[in-house]
């Protein structure tokens, strides 16, 4: 009898989270927001305007690298904002790089660079990580948030570059 009693405790309880826990989740799905749409109509524009342009309509904020160059046709009928800024991406051989409400217009080639260096930045770590290893020495990994420091200069400090 006791048995029983626990058991349809724990069915009650069980449908009770159920029941107060799964409307909770639906509403708690992210909403995608429809992006809004443009129509614009550019002959030889430069390709950094029409950036500003499209950004301008989403609410982001867009840095432009400085090798950004080049013309801009085209002519677009009621698409939405992040397709266009795409295909101006895409036809000018650039890249983007989306942080937050931050938007970076790269060249295609630099994009390739920093990634190259990213990579070769994490290959030395892993390098000096398993030689240290083999030492026996212990590799403790710290994160240290900079305020008023200037990251380069505390890179070479760490390094024994100087500084400091």
């Not at 009928?77 to 931050?102: G, H, M, R």
């Not at 000096?128 to 200037?150: C, D, H, I, P, W």
């Amino acid at each position: 009898m006791k048995r029983v009693n626990i058991m349809s405790k724990k069915v009650i309880l069980l449908i009770f989270i159920i029941i107060c826990i799964i409307p909770l989740l639906c509403f708690a799905q992210a909403s995608k927001k429809a992006a809004p749409r443009v129509s614009f109509d550019f002959i030889d524009a430069d390709v950094r305007n029409v950036l500003r342009a499209l950004t301008e309509v989403s609410g982001k904020n867009i840095v432009i690298s400085d090798d950004v160059k080049g013309k801009v046709t085209m002519r677009l009928d009621n698409i939405p904002w992040d397709d266009a800024f795409d295909i101006v991406i895409k036809n000018n051989d650039l890249a983007k790089i989306e942080e937050e409400s931050l938007i970076r217009v790269v060249t295609l080639k630099k994009f390739e660079d920093e990634i190259k260096k990213t990579q070769t930045i994490r290959e030395e770590f892993r390098k000096e990580k398993l030689e240290r290893q083999k030492l026996g020495e212990e590799f403790v990994t710290e994160t240290v948030y900079l305020s008023y420091a200037n990251p380069a200069d505390v890179e070479k400090m760490l390094k024994g570059d100087g500084g400091g």
